[in-house]
């Protein structure tokens, strides 16, 4: 078969496959529902770490953790919780929609969370003393 006729079927081919998927949404998407589901999530990833602290943002996909040692965040990433205590030094920047936290750390380089106006005034002074 000539390349002219394969690689446009090829193409057309894989993007359909992805619509089909999207379209069908095999897997939920996950969200944070409640600071108890929070505090789970976290006790199971972090179980010497106790969480004193849940912050739940208005959107429920991330949530600020105060613990012990430090801080700690929970976010959704597609269908499952991350989680990362925030044990180096990190950065906060103010981002379109919301605060970006700069980590420092190759596995999750900045971490953008969706905040409202409210939110993020609430979150910044939760943060910004133990920069």
Known sequence: M???ILLPMV???IICIVLLIHWMRPTPEFRLEDRKQVADIWAHRNPENTASTIHLNGARSHA???TA???GLVWVFGADPVTRLLDQPFELEASGS???ILTHDFTAPRVDIVLDTAEITRWSDILRPKL
């Open 2 to 4: 000539p390349l002219e």
């Open 11 to 13: 193409v057309i081919g």
């Open 64 to 66: 600020l953790i105060e």
């Open 69 to 71: 040692q430090g801080f």
């Open 98 to 100: 919301g605060l970006r």
